[in-house]
Structures are given as C-alpha cells and as structure tokens.
Nanobody, 124 residues
C-alpha cells in the first residue's frame, strides 16, 4: 500500500509563497507519476501540476503556469509544489496523488493513491 503525507500548508498573505511537500512511503515512488490537485469549498477537485519521472516531464494547469513549480527528490521519496505570488483564489485543500504506470494525468479519477490533504489559505 502506497501512503502519501502532505506537509507545508498554512496561512499566507497574497503575494507570498509556500512550499508543499508530499512524502511517499515506498521505494516504488520512482516509478509512479505524481500529481497535485486542489479542492476549494463547493468546487470540484481540480488538477494543479504533475510530474513524470520518465524524462522528468512536468505538467501544469494554465491557471498556475509561471507561479507554481513541481519537483521531486528521489533520495527523499518526496515531491514538492513550490507556490509563488499566491492569490486568495488559490485557497483550497491541496492533495498529492500517485498512479501506477508511466504517464501522469490531469484527471483526478486516474490516480489510485492520495494523501490526506493540506489546507492552504491565502488572505487578501
């Protein structure tokens, strides 16, 4: 069973930055494409970013391009989401997810393993 634990959420002022981390429990980490999703109150879970370890390709939602960066550290079995120039509309619970296979997905139903989520609140 793959377990994911997110850390790094919190309260930040608009324009500030946060770095989320997602620690993965198994050494199979290096074979699983990883994604970050978020869910705001009353809204559906939406794709934020993903990374494929095959070639290190990254993918971003248009709304976060240039603001957010996804990266990973194989030695630490950890994926990061660096968020910069945050806005109040970025307020949500952020989840990391993993899926077997080679290719990440922008669809949350394609992911088999999920963390518990971490709250990010951006004040105006």
């Amino acid at each position: 069973q793959v377990q994911l634990v997110e850390l790094g959420g919190g309260l930040v002022q608009a324009g500030g930055s946060l770095r989320l981390s997602c620690a993965v429990s198994q050494r199979t980490f290096g074979n699983y494409p990883m994604g970050w999703f978020r869910q705001a109150p009353g809204k559906e879970r939406e794709f934020v970013a993903a990374i494929s370890w095959s070639g290190g390709t990254t993918y971003y939602a248009d709304s976060v391009k240039g603001r957010f960066t996804i990266s990973g550290d194989h030695a630490k079995n950890t994926v990061y989401l660096q968020m910069s120039r945050l806005k109040p509309e970025h307020t949500a619970v952020y989840y990391c997810a993993a899926r077997p296979g080679n290719n990440p997905s922008t669809t949350y139903t394609a992911y088999d393993y999920w963390g518990q989520g971490t709250q990010v609140t951006v004040s105006s």
